[in-house]
């Protein structure tokens, strides 16, 4: 099925390990982002890229890391582990539509990561 | 800045009840607003969204929200609520000012529990 797929599902990490959470589309999206979702604080922002080679900060960056080689994957790196980033982590993509069609920009979100970091 | 508020963390309603679920943003323009619902271990999907025009909009199963601009409200709603509705929504706002901009705002989510 077309969509945004992310691996691993499932990952326990000690402190200080680092790891890659996988993203990739299959959709041709310009837009693609990480968000992180914790209990009572929502959906935060982590990082976002506008197209391959582009790549920005979003609400909640440190710690991490991402790049942008293709279209299709956006990968996220956590560098040194901290138990502050058990979480369960979401990467979404969109179509970039500009001007008055950029309101159709609806995210589709992939199943999510849980990351818990001992 | 644009940003949006779910005042309530959460929302019980008996089957067969009408629910609401409540939405106010923030833009400086004119705003294109979404409600996405994530059931348990899922991710999120859109329910519907609001562009422009009519200020009732239609979205899957069976749920519409009211664009009030008066009042800067976009709250969900469903006239027979189902034990299958109960699931996380979130409301997300872009301000269509924001120029190249297409980050959303997402609000903090409102769990919506439906007792059989």
């Known amino acids: 099925n077309a969509g945004v797929t992310q691996t691993p599902k499932f990952q326990v990490l000690k402190t200080g390990q680092s790891m890659t959470l996988q993203c990739a589309q299959d959709?041709?999206?310009?837009?693609m982002s990480w968000y992180r979702q914790d209990p009572g604080m929502g959906l935060r922002l982590i990082h976002y890229s506008v197209g391959a080679g582009i790549t920005d900060q979003g609400e909640v960056p440190n710690g991490y890391n991402v790049s942008r080689s293709t279209t299709e994957d956006f990968p996220l790196r956590l560098l040194s582990a901290a138990p502050s980033q058990t979480s369960v982590y979401f990467c979404?993509?969109?179509?970039?539509?500009?001007?008055?069609?950029?309101?159709?920009?609806?995210?589709?979100f992939g199943a999510g990561s849980r990351l818990t970091v001992l | 800045a644009q940003s949006v508020a779910q005042p309530e963390d959460q929302v019980n309603v008996a089957e067969g009840n009408p629910l609401t679920v409540k939405c106010t943003y923030s833009?400086?323009?004119?705003?294109?607003l979404f409600w996405y619902v994530q059931y348990p271990n899922r991710g999120l999907q859109v329910l519907l969204k609001y562009l422009t025009g009519d200020n009732l909009v239609k979205g899957s199963y069976g749920f519409e929200a009211e664009f009030n601009k008066s009042q800067t409200s976009f709250h969900l709603k469903k006239p027979s609520a189902l034990v299958s509705d109960s699931a996380l929504y979130f409301c997300?706002?872009?301000?269509?000012?924001?120029?190249?901009?297409?980050?959303?705002?997402f609000g903090r989510g409102t769990s919506l529990i439906v007792h059989p």
């Open positions: 997300a706002v872009r301000d269509q000012a924001s120029g190249g901009s297409y980050i959303p705002t």
């Open positions: 833009v400086s323009g004119n705003p294109y």
């Open positions: 959709m041709n999206h310009e837009y």
């Open positions: 979404a993509s969109s179509k970039q539509r500009t001007g008055v069609k950029s309101g159709a920009n609806v995210l589709t």
